[in-house]
């Protein structure tokens, strides 16, 4: 079975990001928490594409979300899924830095 990792970044990249994993959720019957709350056996079929399993039976998007500015990472947060990814998947720069490249030349 094949595992997708989902990176997003820049501030377009998560508002369509986010919106992908809140259709995609939906289409698994995952909630907003991670509980799978479908009806359909083939809803979990290939979960693991998108979704790690947790200890909890929570499923976790495979996903990294990247920006230079962390407003975009709350607004992420604070939205209906936000809760659904984990915190150590945000990678963001500091506001009051002039240079974020940094940040971004240790991604690549």
């Not at 369509?16 to 709350?37: L, N």
């Not at 290939?46 to 998007?61: M, Q, T």
Request: with cysteine; hydrophobic share 35%; glycine share 10%.
């Amino acid at each position: 079975m094949r595992e997708i990792v989902h990176i997003q970044a820049g501030q377009c990249g998560n508002q369509i990001g986010t919106k992908f994993w809140e259709v995609i959720s939906d289409e698994h019957g995952i909630d907003p928490a991670g509980s799978y709350v479908g009806d359909s056996s083939l809803q979990l079929d290939r979960i693991n594409v998108y979704y790690n399993e947790a200890s909890s039976h929570k499923y976790v998007p495979r996903a990294v979300l990247v920006d230079l500015e962390p407003g975009t990472m709350d607004s992420v947060r604070s939205g209906a899924f936000g809760q659904l990814f984990r915190p150590d998947n945000f990678i963001f720069g500091k506001s009051h830095l002039p240079f974020s490249t940094d940040l971004l030349m240790g991604l690549l």
